[in-house]
């Protein structure tokens, strides 16, 4: 399957520059998942499409400030990271480098005025270096203090509140970038869901570099994905396996939460089980989803990774005719964007 089939055009003012002040004003786009049929409305409203006995499913993941500039200490050039995980050393990262060219084993980067020290040990590929970090003290008050959020590079304005770039549920640190289908949830809302007897879940996924990666493979099988952490606690087994067994659905908050369910449900028939681990699951059409019943994601990068797994959920017809319809109605795109809610195929829009 060649990969220019899931590409379209965008205008550039589509791409949403920052996030509106109420989190929940976003517009939501509705989708049977089996018809494709469609109805528009605003994000706060989408507690009217789910019902008692579904489970949403929220990534926890908190991004850290891993966006950081610097300066190499043999030469002086000004150099800039973008770290992305902990390796199993203690305090080893792999990072994405710019300038690469400039960034050697050996070599050192000094951050802060020598508060932070980076040495680098091992040249990876399409930029990526593994750094040895230096500091005192804890490190992610060290990244609070030198560190900036790591926006996606089609982001051209400044974010002034870090919190923005959080879903409001954030709570395990570790992610290279947000899962930013939930940066629609209130707090607010997420009450009143609970209070309509839909349970709520958490799992975690830590994103990293497979979200800055685009396509390159001109046929889409022949992408690889690059490995990223993740964990589902025992509670929230224990929560998704009995509302599985009563019939309900399971309604993943973006697609790393549904990566996560994907991932935990095929090694175990179906059940889930409290474990955590790297998954490098590539969802693209045709796949058969064993855990994930219901959708809700933002409007995604032509040719990602992304756009291929909601392609592989409710068909790359439905999708394209409704991202068709999202740019006449000049929705807006990518992480601060507008966002579409799937359901689950036995449910209707008349329901």
């Not at 839909?198 to 800055?212: E, N, S």
Request: glycine residues 6%; aromatic residues 10%; negative net charge.
């Amino acid at each position: 399957m060649e990969i220019e089939q899931f590409d379209y055009d965008l205008p550039e003012e589509l791409i949403a520059q920052t996030p509106l002040e109420n989190r929940a004003a976003s517009r939501l786009l509705v989708m049977e998942r089996e018809t494709g049929r469609r109805v528009h409305d605003t994000f706060y409203q989408i507690k009217n499409y789910l019902k008692l006995g579904d489970c949403l499913v929220l990534n926890d993941s908190k991004v850290i400030p891993v966006r950081l500039f610097g300066t190499k200490m043999e030469t002086g050039a000004k150099i800039e990271i973008l770290l992305l995980h902990e390796t199993s050393t203690k305090d080893e990262w792999e990072a994405l480098v710019r300038p690469a060219r400039k960034i050697k084993v050996g070599d050192r980067i000094e951050f802060g005025e020598g508060h932070l020290i980076a040495t680098c040990t091992a040249e990876k590929d399409e930029g990526a270096r593994l750094l040895q970090l230096e500091y005192e003290g804890i490190f992610l008050e060290v990244l609070d203090k030198l560190g900036e959020m790591p926006l996606p590079p089609y982001i051209k304005e400044t974010l002034d509140e870090k919190d923005r770039y959080q879903t409001v549920y954030a709570k395990e640190a570790g992610s290279a970038a947000a899962p930013t289908a939930g940066l629609h949830f209130t707090d607010e809302l997420l009450e009143e869901i609970e209070a309509m007897g839909v349970r709520i879940a958490y799992v975690t996924l830590h994103v990293g570099l497979g979200t800055f990666r685009p396509i390159t493979a001109d046929r889409v099988e022949a992408h690889k994905m690059h490995a990223e952490y993740y964990a589902l606690e025992e509670n929230s087994a224990r929560i998704l396996n009995k509302v599985k067994e009563a019939g309900g659905n399971i309604i993943a908050v973006g697609t790393t939460a549904t990566r996560v369910l994907e991932t935990v449900a095929k090694k175990n028939n179906g059940k889930f089980v409290s474990e955590s681990g790297w998954t490098d699951i590539y969802i693209y059409p045709p796949y058969t989803f064993c855990a994930v019943d219901g959708l809700v994601t933002n409007f995604h990068l032509p040719k990602s990774s992304l756009l291929l797994l909601i392609s592989a959920f409710a068909s790359r017809e439905h999708i394209f005719s409704v991202y068709k319809e999202a740019i006449e109605k000049k929705y807006r795109f990518f992480s601060f964007g507008d966002a579409m809610f799937i359901l689950p195929k036995n449910r209707t829009l008349n329901d």
